[in-house]
């Protein structure tokens, strides 16, 4: 898993190094700095899958708004991850290729600079600049690294060998324009470490989206606003996924009349038909658009947590919103079960009924003051020990005192 993000000059966030578990839940005021913090995690996945000129510049409008303003200018963003795990890998034995665990401790740095000029001339189009990148994996009893500063190699990968075309040699040297580390991919321990990043996906549920008919589209993963959630589930129709059956499951507890849902073909789109029960002897089937916003939003979650393969690392913003309050401990179940077994998810709420159903330990508080930015560090200890010993809830000391940051060196 993810145990460690540290980020710099990055939105709204001067400085924060935060420790993650399992499952670390993010609690904040609005405009706190929650969703920014998790949009350290989604750029690095949008760098490395669709390169960091499209995170910057498509996804984000530009180096200017992802740069965090202060009177002093800073120029430069320091992103950083520190990943524990264990993975599955391939061993040789004799002349059988063998499934075994491979223990893998991995940080991953990047540095950008932005600057009204950027020298040399080569990069005149462009307002910043990957100023470092290293990668440090250790796996098994052996190290693997590389380095590289403003486009040289400071240390150089080991069994890298740049691709050649026309007999002339390219990669040699780095691109300032572009992350190394997608061009590793067939080098393991860094394809380990490439396939991990990728794999973080990022939800907000918009219950609109869903209830609009969509044509076909991708089947995996789920979009994070849930445009493509009938492709999905139409996907877990077609392989009798077991995770199906659980959603509805759930789903009925929700709603007590409904028992099932299905995806129909209707004149070239998809849209969810969802099965309610009737006094009448047969049951009678409504229309997305005919669904509560909390139902369908219930539903978006729901197939986020179960979708398969499942997510290395899986965010959900806000899941509180258009539930009712006494759902929210089904939920909180729900996704306390999903990260033992299935993705490290991050929550992120201001809800004081939703941080109630879970480990005070698991709680990030996050802040925002005009010196600092944002801050997120651990609740204090006092009110750890308050939670733990069943004297107020961490609702209640929410809605009573507040939640108070731990001031512990180890904890920020």
Same mark, same amino acid.
């Given at each position: 898993? /993810?145990?460690?993000?540290?980020?710099?000059?990055? #939105?709204?966030?001067?400085?924060?190094?935060?420790?993650?578990?399992?499952?670390?839940?993010?609690? +904040?005021?609005?405009?706190?700095?929650?969703?920014?913090?998790?949009?350290?995690?989604?750029?690095?996945?949008?760098?490395?899958? @669709? +390169? /960091?000129?499209?995170?910057?510049?498509?996804?984000? !409008?530009?180096?200017?708004? /992802?740069?965090?303003?202060?009177?002093?200018?800073?120029?430069?963003?320091?992103?950083?991850?520190?990943?524990?795990?264990?993975?599955? %890998?391939?061993?040789?034995?004799?002349? @059988?290729?063998?499934?075994?665990?491979?223990?893998?401790?991995?940080t991953y740095r990047i540095e950008i600079k932005s600057a009204k000029y950027i020298e040399p001339e080569e990069y005149s189009f462009t307002s910043y600049l990957i100023k470092r990148e290293k990668c440090t994996i250790f796996m098994g009893n052996k190290k693997f690294e590389y380095e590289i500063y403003n486009g040289e190699f400071l240390k150089r990968p080991e069994g890298f060998i740049p691709f050649r075309k026309d007999a002339k040699e390219v990669l040699s040297r780095p691109s300032q324009t572009a992350l190394f580390l997608p061009f590793l991919?067939? *080098?393991?321990?860094?394809?380990? *470490?490439?396939? *991990?990043?990728?794999?973080?996906?990022?939800?907000?549920?918009?219950?609109?989206?869903?209830?609009?008919?969509?044509?076909?589209?991708?089947?995996?993963?789920?979009?994070?606003?849930?445009?493509?959630? %009938?492709?999905?589930?139409? &996907?877990? !129709?077609?392989? &009798?996924?077991?995770?199906?059956?659980?959603?509805?499951?759930?789903?009925?507890?929700?709603?007590?009349?409904?028992?099932?849902?299905?995806?129909?073909?209707?004149?070239?789109?998809?849209?969810?038909?969802? &099965? $309610?029960?009737?006094?009448?002897?047969?049951?009678?089937?409504?229309?997305?658009? !005919?669904?509560?916003?909390?139902?369908? #939003?219930?539903? +978006?979650?729901?197939?986020?947590?179960?979708?398969?393969?499942?997510?290395?690392? =899986?965010? /959900?913003?806000?899941?509180?919103?258009?539930?009712?309050?006494?759902?929210?401990?089904?939920?909180?179940?729900?996704? @306390?079960?999903?990260?033992?077994?299935?993705?490290?998810?991050?929550?992120?709420? $201001?809800?004081?009924?939703?941080?109630?159903?879970?480990?005070?330990?698991?709680? #990030?508080?996050?802040?925002?003051?005009?010196?600092?930015?944002?801050?997120?560090?651990?609740? $204090?200890?006092? !009110?750890?020990?308050?939670?733990?010993?069943?004297?107020?809830?961490?609702?209640? =000391?929410?809605?009573?005192?507040?939640? #108070?940051?731990?001031?512990?060196?180890?904890?920020?």
């Amino acid at each position: 898993m /993810i145990t460690r993000v540290f980020a710099k000059n990055f #939105r709204s966030i001067s400085e924060v190094d935060v420790n993650l578990n399992r499952l670390t839940i993010l609690v +904040g005021q609005n405009s706190s700095g929650k969703s920014n913090f998790l949009d350290i995690l989604r750029f690095f996945s949008d760098a490395l899958r @669709k +390169g /960091i000129q499209v995170a910057i510049d498509d996804v984000r !409008q530009g180096i200017k708004t /992802i740069r965090r303003w202060s009177p002093s200018r800073p120029y430069d963003i320091r992103l950083e991850l520190e990943i524990d795990d264990i993975i599955k %890998a391939k061993k040789i034995k004799g002349r @059988k290729l063998l499934d075994h665990e491979e223990q893998i401790n991995a940080t991953y740095r990047i540095e950008i600079k932005s600057a009204k000029y950027i020298e040399p001339e080569e990069y005149s189009f462009t307002s910043y600049l990957i100023k470092r990148e290293k990668c440090t994996i250790f796996m098994g009893n052996k190290k693997f690294e590389y380095e590289i500063y403003n486009g040289e190699f400071l240390k150089r990968p080991e069994g890298f060998i740049p691709f050649r075309k026309d007999a002339k040699e390219v990669l040699s040297r780095p691109s300032q324009t572009a992350l190394f580390l997608p061009f590793l991919v067939y *080098l393991k321990p860094y394809s380990y *470490l490439y396939k *991990l990043l990728i794999s973080m996906f990022f939800y907000n549920i918009y219950p609109n989206i869903i209830k609009t008919p969509r044509e076909p589209g991708i089947e995996y993963p789920l979009e994070s606003h849930g445009r493509n959630i %009938a492709s999905v589930i139409r &996907k877990m !129709q077609r392989d &009798k996924s077991p995770w199906l059956d659980q959603i509805k499951e759930v789903l009925s507890k929700v709603v007590p009349d409904l028992y099932d849902f299905q995806v129909s073909p209707v004149g070239g789109f998809l849209t969810i038909k969802f &099965k $309610h029960k009737s006094d009448k002897s047969k049951p009678h089937y409504f229309e997305a658009n !005919q669904e509560s916003d909390g139902t369908l #939003r219930i539903l +978006g979650i729901l197939v986020s947590l179960f979708q398969d393969p499942p997510p290395y690392l =899986l965010a /959900i913003e806000e899941p509180e919103i258009t539930v009712h309050p006494g759902i929210l401990g089904l939920i909180a179940d729900l996704i @306390k079960e999903a990260s033992k077994r299935r993705s490290q998810i991050i929550v992120t709420t $201001h809800s004081p009924d939703l941080i109630s159903k879970f480990d005070a330990d698991d709680l #990030r508080l996050v802040e925002w003051n005009y010196r600092e930015g944002t801050t997120i560090n651990r609740i $204090h200890d006092s !009110q750890i020990d308050i939670i733990n010993d069943k004297l107020f809830s961490a609702g209640d =000391l929410l809605r009573i005192e507040g939640l #108070r940051p731990s001031k512990r060196k180890e904890d920020l």
